[in-house]
């Protein structure tokens, strides 16, 4: 019922013919299908196509949907980029997957980052930045560290007190990833121009009143759909 209205709404049921919807079994990877009509079983993170008429979807409610249009050469592809992915390079990998299978040339393609949970919201583990760190060296640019604050230490501090130099215990520090930005600079890494790429202002965390977000919402929430197409 509602993928028929979402269907109407992007005019890919409008016609004599309805357009296929091509989805895939999400399981943050770096797998890359390239598809030319309705296919069925396929597991991965990225669809791409050349074939007029079929829309390519992605399923999203916090990781990021990234779309890519070749203008020139008329290809689309859709990827679905959470932080795994993000590490595995699935966007700038789908740049190449273009360029192999349709000739893309980086400069013809406009990139579009959707709606997905930004660096405000996005509290993760020092492990993960690790991650990060060993895998990109503009790493140290995607994070940010926020200390905690603590009333009742402000208040009495002498509570707290230890013997480590300066004299008081540390207080825990939170990590924010911003995987907006860790996409785009794939983006530009494979050739895309900035010009070209736009992104989404909105954080399904913060905007659980207009987007599904599986962290604000508990695990308890829907999926939003990102796809793209290419008329006949």
Not at 23 to 38: A, E, F
Not at 65 to 94: M, Q, Y
Not at 182 to 202: C, D, E, K, T, W
């Amino acid at each position: 019922m509602n993928r028929d209205a979402f269907l109407r709404q992007v005019g890919a049921s409008e016609r004599k013919r309805p357009w296929p919807l091509v989805t895939i079994r999400q399981i943050h990877s770096d797998l890359i299908h390239c598809v030319s009509g309705p296919a069925g079983g396929l597991v991965g993170d990225g669809l791409i196509t050349q074939t007029p008429g079929i829309l390519l979807a992605i399923l999203t409610a916090d990781c990021l949907p990234v779309l890519l249009v070749d203008v020139r050469g008329r290809a689309v592809g859709v990827f679905h980029a959470g932080w795994r992915g993000t590490v595995k390079r699935i966007v700038e990998k789908g740049v190449g997957e273009m360029r192999r299978w349709f000739g893309s040339l980086p400069r013809d393609l406009r990139a579009a980052i959707g709606p997905g949970v930004h660096s405000c919201c996005y509290e993760v583990g020092a492990e993960l930045r690790i991650q990060f760190e060993s895998q990109f060296a503009y790493a140290e640019k995607l994070f940010r560290e926020v200390k905690e604050s603590d009333p009742v230490r402000e208040k009495y501090p002498l509570l707290f007190l230890t013997a480590r130099a300066p004299g008081h215990s540390d207080l825990p520090k939170k990590i924010f990833l911003d995987l907006v930005e860790g996409n785009r600079r794939q983006l530009i890494a494979a050739g895309v121009a900035a010009r070209n790429i736009s992104a989404s202002p909105f954080c399904t965390s913060c905007r659980t009143d207009l987007l599904f977000s599986h962290r604000a919402e508990k695990g308890v929430t829907g999926r939003m759909m990102a796809v793209a197409g290419i008329r006949g």
